[in-house]
């Protein structure tokens, strides 16, 4: 696996709050991708402002994708000061229930 499948696989996530792909945004780009394993993968986000209300659900769309698509586990962080809730944000993404209960919420609205 390379960082470049990832940022293509990424490239189809788009902010919630507006129809456009996270990676025209810069809220990932190659340097924000640790790859640990073909099944492990980290990768960091900046938010599009530091009280972004949809960081979690960011976060949740991106590890999704990468599951999905890859089969890799994805341990999605905001960048570090890049959030005002940043240790909220990161929390709830990578707890399985909040992830659980956030994909239902956005595959029962049509979003994922």
Known sequence: ????????????????????????????????ITIESDKKVKVTFKPTSAMCPMGSVLGVLIKKKLKDALGVDAEVKVRPGAHMNEELVNSIINSKERYDEI???????GLC
Do not use: C, F, G, W
């Not at 189809?12 to 996270?22: A, C, G, L, R, T």
């Not at 994909?103 to 609205?109: G, P, Q, S, T």
């Open 103 to 109: 994909v239902k919420r956005l595959e029962d609205a």
């Open 1 to 32: 696996m390379e960082k470049k499948e990832i940022l293509e696989v990424l490239k189809e996530v788009q902010d919630p709050e507006m129809p456009v792909s996270i990676l025209e945004l810069d809220m990932v780009n190659e340097d924000d």
